[in-house]
């Protein structure tokens, strides 16, 4: 294994991780955003009332992309495996 082979396998793996953290991420930055807007126009200032919903956006990400998550990790994994027995 070379020294181009391990920068490609942890740029794969940083891509992977980007691309399963960014639904999460962007769906609960969208929603924080959205509730500061909210809570500003309301002068409601409840520091539960955001994290509450935020963490309801990233279990129902979870919930929905699960799977999906599971199995770009799992064909990733699978292909690490795959390169150590060569």
Same mark, same amino acid.
């Given at each position: 294994?070379?020294?181009?082979? @391990? ?29 500061? !807007?909210? +809570?500003? @126009? =309301? +002068?409601?200032?409840? +520091? =539960?009332?955001?994290? !509450?919903?935020?963490?309801?956006? @990233? !279990? ?10 599971? $199995? ?6 699978? $292909? ?7």
């Amino acid at each position: 294994m070379d020294t181009s082979m @391990v920068a490609e396998v942890l740029r794969e793996g940083v891509f992977i991780v980007i691309k399963l953290c960014a639904p999460m991420l962007l769906l609960s930055m969208a929603v924080g955003v959205l509730l500061a !807007i909210f +809570q500003a @126009v =309301t +002068q409601i200032h409840e +520091q =539960t009332l955001s994290f !509450i919903f935020k963490l309801t956006v @990233v !279990i129902l990400v979870l919930l929905v992309g699960g799977g999906w998550m599971m $199995e770009n990790l799992l064909d990733y994994a699978r $292909e690490l495996f795959a390169l150590m027995r060569r």
